[in-house]
């Protein structure tokens, strides 16, 4: 397999985070465990297949579609992955305007995003193919332990902007039922942009409760309820809020969980609760998997129906994603699907289901 230069790129960028197991063999029966099937519906022999596969989309699920083609460069030769993270939004725009064979994407795609697909002909099959959560992050040096939704919204909600300090917030989390104590301490924040899908989970995990009673009660305009505030300094690259959150003791912001296991000390994982006084629950593969965390979210790659039909590159290498190459979410530090739900996503690519099941 060529292995095109915006791969290369983002493989080293990665490096820390994408972890390289040498012996394939072993991967592929722990993907046999994980639920992976007999789900080949490819034709012709190993390594007979030439072609090009492009990729782009979420920033998150990068890793495990990089991780698949290293995988798959031992099976197909002859084929060129290319796989690029711009942002979930921004991977559906190319991909709704058929510029690519599949869309990476942190949340399930939008009404409006598959009107678009649909108005350009663009047919999709939806695989679910890992969980993972959302870690909220702030340094080593910072003493808050727990934030809850309440929190999260009074100190990056769309109510929160020119809040300079953690305090600032405190009236309004107050307000909302939380007696979390904010210090008193400037509130730097580094954090998903508009274009990443864990931009748009976390708003709807996070938010979601917050904001709808805050349009009821008429002190949030319903056009806000499902953003930020917008003066923080957003990043498309996870790395780089990584290395802003970093660089302030009393730091603020949220990544992938992957992302953030894979950061080091420098970097510490708040525990969230759902509710003021609910449980505080820290992020980990466990609690992610079992839903008890509650920042947690699925994770997809959306094929297109035409190329999956037209390009045998394309058909291998999704094939290989299910089978072996499904060992590439562990891999990279993500959690495997229930088996249930692996079956449920192997069964819509075998027969091809176009459609979402998730929006």
């Known amino acids: 397999m060529t292995i095109s230069k915006q ?16 012996a394939v063999v072993a991967l592929a029966v722990v993907g046999v ?22 990729i782009s989309g979420s920033s998150t699920v990068e890793p495990i579609s990089i991780r698949v083609a290293e995988l798959f460069e031992d099976v197909e030769p002859g084929v060129t992955v290319n796989v690029d993270g711009p942002g979930t939004g921004d991977g559906f725009k190319l991909f709704c305007q058929g510029e690519t064979d599949i869309s990476d994407a942190s949340r399930a795609i939008k009404p409006e995003e598959a009107a678009d697909c649909k ?16 870690s909220v992050l702030t340094s080593a040096d910072n003493k808050v332990d727990c934030l809850n939704f309440a929190d999260l919204y ?28 904010f210090p008193d301490a ?55 809020i990584i290395t802003g959150i970093e660089g302030s003791k009393s730091s603020f912001g949220w990544v992938g969980f992957a992302f953030a296991e894979e950061a080091g000390s420098a970097v510490k994982e708040i525990k969230v609760a759902k509710e003021p006084g609910g449980d505080c629950v820290a992020p980990s593969s466990a ?44 891999d990279v530090g993500y959690v495997s699907l229930p088996d249930e739900q692996f079956q449920e996503s192997a069964s819509a690519w075998k027969e091809r289901t176009t459609g979402t099941r998730e929006g």
């Open 7 to 22: 791969y290369l790129h983002r493989t080293n960028a990665t490096t820390g985070r994408v972890r390289l197991f040498a």
């Open 33 to 54: 465990a994980c639920g992976g099937g007999d789900t080949n519906t490819t034709s012709g022999s190993a390594g007979d297949i030439e072609g090009e596969v492009n």
């Open 119 to 134: 108005a350009a002909g663009v047919e999709f099959i939806e695989i679910k193919v890992a969980f993972d959560g959302i």
């Open 154 to 181: 009074a100190l990056v909600g769309p109510e929160s902007k020119g809040f300079d300090k953690w305090r600032d917030a405190q009236s309004l989390a107050s307000e909302l039922g939380s007696t979390t104590s």
């Open 186 to 240: 400037s509130l730097d924040i580094t954090a998903p942009g508009e274009e990443s899908g864990t931009y748009d989970s976390f708003i709807e995990l996070a938010f979601a409760d917050a904001a709808k009673k805050r349009v009821a009660s008429g002190k949030l305009a319903e056009d806000q309820a499902e953003s930020t505030r917008p003066d923080y300094s957003s990043q498309s690259d996870d790395n780089a």
């Open 287 to 330: 609690s992610i998997a079992d839903g008890t965390y509650p920042l947690s979210r699925p994770l997809f790659i959306y094929v297109s129906a035409q190329a999956a039909e037209e390009n045998p590159a394309v058909a291998a290498y999704v094939d290989f994603y299910l089978n072996d190459g499904i060992a590439a979410v562990e």
